[in-house]
């Protein structure tokens, strides 16, 4: 940790993230074939992200229905404006990983695309 760090929690924050976390979001009746489009397209242009099962009901904190993706911060410049372009409609959660503080990452750290979804607080405690 630099003098930086040490002074302000946010830098500090910053200096410990270890990757990234996305979160595609669809409803399994409706949106799902877009959600399986846009998966494809992330495992073509992106190899190196880790993409993660479906969930086709609420898990965790997500309150709806979503597949994961863990990146490394260096793919990060590509990858997020990826999704911003190629999303199709579908709600994506953006948060860093490794900063220790999981409610944060997932509020007020939070990048959110289309549609901000509720997120379930006691599964973030």
């Given at each position: ?16 993230i270890?990757?990234?976390?996305a ?14 489009r ?9 190899p ?25 911060p ?15 409609g ?36």
């Amino acid at each position: 940790m630099n003098d930086i760090s040490a002074r302000d929690p946010a830098q500090a924050a910053l200096e410990s993230i270890s990757g990234w976390h996305a979160h595609i979001y669809y409803d399994p009746r409706a949106t799902r074939d877009r959600a399986e489009r846009l998966r494809a397209k992330i495992a073509a242009a992106f190899p190196d992200a880790v993409i993660g099962r479906w969930h086709d009901a609420p898990v965790g904190p997500h309150t709806r229905a979503m597949f994961q993706l863990l990146f490394e911060p260096a793919l990060f410049a590509r990858l997020v404006p990826f999704l911003a372009f190629h999303r199709d409609g579908l709600a994506v959660l953006v948060h860093a990983d490794g900063t220790g503080d999981g409610r944060k990452a997932h509020t007020d750290q939070a990048i959110w695309m289309g549609e901000v979804l509720p997120v379930n607080f006691r599964n973030l405690d």
